[in-house]
């Protein structure tokens, strides 16, 4: 029998359930006719309604709008469009095509859904996702509160929902392997780990099947439904499963005080080039989703991906800031890392413009100021921003940490002088005179190159398994083997690997900046030397548990760091630390006067001898002591990326101050680190570094209980 309906109106945009039904609007500029369908199930291969919008009942401007009354959440749905398909125009409507609402708050993908049929001439409503209706009232949050902790005091754990529990070892029950459930389960492990951020990568709906042949998209940079929770990460199969059990994962992480940041992708979508599914956007308005050349039938491709999302243009800008509201307000989420963000730096044609509206519009949104916004600030096609990107608020990956401190690690030459801006924030690339050093992202490895274990590891990326002919993947990995390609049984080189792994952990604890560190990291996780594992859901990329217990001595390490440097003020300073280097001179940048009476921490740079920094190209090692007299802390770093071991003259100290040894990463455990109350004395003037290898030591007067001197 046919439904009855009301005209409905033109806002707000998607199902919103109001007065006993559901108001549905979308927009479409160009096209001829609107169908609403309703489904029964997931996988009925037909709608059991389908209702045709009247262009003069239904539609207000460019927006086409309906009330259906007696429906509610739960209910499935999804439009046919027709229109133009005129590519020479930039058009490409397709009524054969069942297409996902932009502002659906849920999708259900069902287990006949194939992405191929999106492509070319016929119906795919049997294959398609259909859109779910979702009441964003209907949950009870339980007071849950945003931690909302500054970026001085953040450690950012970057992880994927899925990877994280499916492996067999993760002890989750089988339903809830690689689900939003099953890293619930796993919060007691986070929370051991003293982070206090988890940055996911893409939860927004994603075509798991654009990928090449036999494999499937893991990581997620596939999106096609934004204000979706990722269905394929919830154990529920109910079509509202999804948006319940992403909220109870960030109501139970921010009950042990962690933060949720969502990777989101705004730069392109699902879709694809011209030969891509329509599946949404494409069918619905081409030419405002996404930004085409000169030739309108050739869709830019600033992301790599084959299009790119018209980020600037009205209707878009609107839809992303609507976005991200949701997910703040309705969703409760912390921040954002925005994927390829210097492609919503360009305007309708593709052209770099100087001041972003959307940009501009994200940094000043009231629903946002609490939060953070994260940008990795550059795109495929060679715009590359860090440093420069625009607004007091956002924060940056630095790419040039990532490079820079690999290189000295490495062994690389021309690396000391570089070192020596990393350290301190960047003050070489972030000029802004009242920008927070702790904007700046550190990081030194992340989802997309090799793992740290593998960085140690691997000369060469091996991406055989991705089916690219190992031609995919970044080429520039600033990676050492340490003597052998791959995995060893020797000792030697087994050690220096380790000790390579506890220096980039240690070194990117001790440099100031907010840190981010890669989900499993902590106990060695590889991939095999595949550095683009983004078509890998499989024990290659997954989080194996089995690992906890074997590489329990450097998971001890890197929480140990964790929580010292974040017990120190030094490193929760929000200015950037004053500089003074051994000519006397001091840093540009050095530090922003406080308040008359209060200081900032002091850097004085050494070499292997005090006050003699050697910044020559040949040069593998540096020293610094970083001073702290408002919280009377004193420590002394001590960095030997050389090939042999070094003697470093250790700073004078006046009585009853003594030197303690907290780290050594030469050192196997328990000795690599020390907590103050157990930390070695150490004695004479000067300290035997071991080569590849980091020291901090910190100044106390009282010595702590006895130990062995050195």
């Known amino acids: 029998m046919p439904l009855k309906s009301l005209p409905g109106r033109s806002f707000p945009l998607g199902a919103t359930v109001i007065d006993g039904g559901v108001n549905f609007c979308v927009f479409s500029k160009n096209c001829y006719s609107v169908e609403l369908l309703l489904f029964d199930e997931v996988d009925t291969p037909q709608p059991h309604h389908r ?68 492509i070319g001439p016929g119906d795919n409503c049997a294959h398609a996702m ?18 909302q902790i500054p970026y001085a005091k953040t450690v950012i754990y970057e992880m994927h929902v899925g990877g994280f529990t499916r492996h067999p070892s993760s002890g989750v029950a089988l339903a809830q392997r690689g689900t939003y459930a099953g890293l619930v389960e796993k919060i007691p492990y986070l929370k051991s780990l003293n982070i206090t951020a988890v940055e996911l990568l893409p939860i927004q709906q994603f075509d798991e099947q654009d990928a090449p042949p036999s494999l499937s998209n893991y990581w997620g940079y596939s999106s096609i439904a934004f204000f979706a929770p990722h269905s394929g990460y919830c154990s529920d199969r109910d079509p509202l499963g999804p948006v319940n059990e992403f909220r109870d994962m960030v109501k139970a992480l921010h009950r042990t005080g962690i933060e949720v940041i969502l990777d989101v992708v705004f730069n392109h979508t699902a879709e694809g080039g011209q030969s891509g599914p329509t599946l949404c956007f494409r069918g619905l308005e ?58 919503m730096a360009r305007d309708e044609w593709g052209q770099p413009l100087k001041s972003p509206p959307i940009l501009w519009e994200i940094e000043s949104d009231p629903v946002l100021a609490g939060t953070k916004i994260i940008a990795e600030a550059w795109d495929a096609a060679g715009l590359y921003q860090v440093g420069s990107f625009i607004g007091h608020r956002w924060a940056e990956w630095n790419g040039q940490f990532r490079d820079d401190v690999r290189r000295f690690i490495k062994g690389d030459n021309g690396t000391v002088r570089q070192m020596a801006n990393r350290i301190p924030g960047s003050p070489d690339l972030y000029h802004q005179k009242d920008r927070e050093p702790n904007r700046s992202i550190n990081f030194i490895t992340c989802h997309d190159g090799f793992t740290l274990n593998d960085l140690v590891s691997y000369n060469i990326k091996h991406n055989l398994a991705n089916g690219e002919q190992n031609h995919d993947g970044m080429d520039a990995n600033y990676s050492w083997n340490c003597g052998i390609e791959g995995p060893s049984n020797n000792p030697t080189i087994e050690e220096l690997r380790l000790r390579q792994i506890k220096n980039a952990i240690t070194i990117l604890l001790i440099s100031q900046g907010t840190p981010m560190i890669l989900m499993g ?18 024990a290659l990329s997954w989080f194996n548990w089995n690992a906890v217990q074997e590489q329990g001595a450097l998971l001890r390490f890197v929480r140990g760091v964790i929580k010292f440097t974040q017990t120190l003020a030094v490193f929760r300073e929000e200015y950037f630390w004053a500089m003074t280097f051994p000519d006397g001179t001091s840093s540009p940048r050095s530090y922003i006067e406080k308040t008359e009476n209060e200081t900032v921490p002091q850097v004085t740079w050494h070499g292997t001898q005090l006050n003699h920094l ?89 010595r702590p209980p006895k130990e062995a001197k050195l």
Not at 298 to 320: D, E, K, L
Not at 675 to 693: E, M, N
């Open 51 to 118: 209702i045709i919008l009247d262009p003069k009942r239904n539609r207000t401007f460019y927006y086409w709008h309906i009330f259906i009354p007696g429906i509610r959440q739960g209910q499935l749905y999804g439009y046919r469009v027709k229109g133009p398909y005129a590519p020479h125009k930039g058009h490409r409507f397709d009524g054969t095509k069942v297409l996902l609402d932009p502002y659906t708050r849920g999708v259900a993908v069902g287990r006949d859904y194939i992405r191929a049929a999106a």
């Open 130 to 147: 259909k859109s779910v209706v979702v009441d964003a009232d209907a949950y009870d949050w339980e007071g849950d509160h945003y931690p």
């Open 286 to 343: 081409n030419r405002a989703y996404y930004i085409l050349q000169q030739d309108r039938t050739q869709y830019a491709n600033y992301s790599g991906c084959g299009n790119t999302f018209n980020t600037n243009q009205s209707i878009v800008r609107r839809m992303i800031l609507d976005c991200l509201r949701y997910w703040v307000a309705e969703m409760h989420v912390d921040g954002f890392r925005f994927d390829l963000a210097s492609v």
């Open 521 to 538: 990291d902590e106990v060695r996780r590889t991939q095999g030397g595949n550095n683009n594992g983004y078509c890998q859901d499989n």
């Open 614 to 702: 050697d910044l020559e190209d040949y040069s593998h090692s540096l020293a610094f002591e970083l001073s702290y007299p408002l919280y009377h802390e004193h420590l002394y770093v001590i960095l030997n990326a050389y090939w042999e071991p070094l003697n470093f003259e250790l700073p004078p100290l006046t009585t009853p101050n003594h030197w303690y040894r907290i780290i050594d990463t030469a050192r196997s455990t328990p000795q690599d680190f020390r907590k103050l109350d157990t930390a070695p004395l150490v004695t004479g003037t000067h300290y035997h570094a071991t080569s590849h290898s980091t020291i901090v030591l910190q100044a106390y007067p009282v």
